[in-house]
């Protein structure tokens, strides 16, 4: 993985935090309002995308092409941009938009940077609550109001004590969602429906675990990045890298992780 010196670091946190405030104008006249354009993604199903994402993600492309010219990108609207320096930012410009739509500010605006072995840098964006998480090889921390404090993921417990999120109930197929049951049956309490803000939850030691299945790369990328700066672990469910997507979970420490990792694998072993 790239290793950026505390110069390009300073660098790249400016130029993220640039693309969350470009995404923030962009998106928030559009959130509980009722002239919102939305187009279904699925012919079955529902898979929502509106105005505001693409509009959100062209703005941050904008500043990419002034900022940093020569990196790649990969967007969840407009695909892929070659570049040459080796750096690839990764963005989402709605994770959540099932939320958006529904006028629940459990979405958020996505941002990655990194190689093509993962991030180093993550972003989660709640413009309507005006919280900014941000995760660097320098640590992680929330702005909101204005004001910088430090996070950290929590301490660690044994599952029985854990709070456990994912977004939809269904979780994937049936085998996906049977691990994810087996984990939650031993966790002291689950949620639904939290989208991208259960990731922040977690780095900002509110919450112990999320486990998702079938995500992409720009669902992840800017989460997992957070998560790691802030003290957490998060893989896929054989325990291997995440970055590229598919199956996740997400722990605030390596003790709880290898506990519900464990039951994970035992689960889907048993049914694959």
Known sequence: MITPDPTLIRELTHVANRLADAARTEILPFFRSHD???????????????????????????????ERPDDAILGEEFGSKAGSSGLIWVLDPIDGTRGFVSGTPTWGVLIAVGGADGPFLGVVDQPYTEERFIGTPEGAWLIRGGQRRD???RDARPLCEAILFTTMPEVGSAAERAGFEAVSA????????MDCYAYALLAAGQIDLVIEAGLQSYDIQGPLALIQAAGGVVTN??????????????AANATIHAEALTILKQTMDSLE
């Not at 187009?39 to 002034?66: C, F, H, S, W």
């Not at 031993?186 to 429906?193: E, I, N, P, S």
């Not at 469910?237 to 598919?246: F, L, N």
């Open 36 to 66: 919102l354009n939305t187009d279904n993604k699925l012919a079955q199903g529902y898979d929502p995308v509106t105005e505001a994402d693409r509009a959100a993600e062209i703005a941050m492309r904008a500043v990419l092409a002034i």
């Open 151 to 153: 996070i950290r993921t």
């Open 186 to 193: 031993q966790a002291q309490l689950t949620r639904f429906g």
């Open 237 to 250: 469910w054989q325990g291997g890298p995440a970055h590229e997507g598919g199956r996740v979970i997400a």
